[in-house]
């Protein structure tokens, strides 16, 4: 299990330069926002407005902090998203824009190439000892409320909000958490060529 603590993830302007995003974790590491596999982000959005587009690419979008937004993504029903929602997935390169629902937000942002990889992302509220097991090819658990300690393979990391966990799959941990904790569970697969 790999630390990825939160003082580590970088900084970047949005590719459509409308606002700022931390990256936690990109692959092929160091790749560019037209280069990468996968990529999992977080970005404050203080306006409405547009998506950056992402041609041939598949994201999910998850909200972290505030009153959500209503995305209109083309040729879909308008989709309020908050904090209770479920995790939303769609087209990064179909034309998207957001309407804040009431100020400003952080949302949880995970993007991988279509026809080579696929993601699935949960939302997890732990409290005490759980287990968190996961048959991906890489997994990421990412903290975002609250301290935990995850514990396999005879590996101890501790995780503060923020903080994250790569580890290639499959991922059988268990879960100390002396509170609630919200951690967001990311997998990553390949694609099965036929």
């Known amino acids: ?55 041939g690419i598949d994201r999910t ?11 209109l993504i083309e040729g879909r029903e308008p989709a309020p998203l908050t ?8 087209p990064a390169d179909v034309a998207t824009s957001a309407n804040l629902i009431d100020g400003t937000i952080v949302d949880l942002n995970v993007m991988t190439r ?21 048959e991906a090819a890489t997994i990421l658990v990412f903290c975002h409320r609250g301290t935990v300690e ?7 990391r501790a995780l503060s909000a923020g903080d994250a966990v790569i580890v290639s799959g499959p991922l059988a941990a268990r879960s100390k958490a002396p509170a609630r904790c919200e951690l967001f569970l990311i997998e990553i697969d390949t694609v099965k060529q036929l």
């Open 114 to 134: 279509r026809g080579r990889l696929t993601h699935h992302v949960r939302r997890l509220d732990v409290q005490g000892e759980n287990s968190v097991e996961s």
């Open 61 to 71: 979008l998850s909200i972290l902090e505030g009153n959500g937004m209503t995305l």
């Open 150 to 156: 995850l514990e396999s393979d005879g590996q101890t």
């Open 1 to 55: 299990m790999k630390l990825l603590p939160a003082s580590g993830h970088k900084r970047m302007p949005w590719k459509n330069g409308g606002g700022e995003t931390i990256e936690i974790a990109v692959f092929p590491e160091g790749a560019s926002l037209s280069e990468f596999d996968w990529r999992v982000s977080m970005a404050t959005v203080a306006s409405d407005g547009p998506f950056s587009a992402f041609p």
């Open 83 to 90: 904090q209770a929602a479920a995790p939303l997935a769609f």
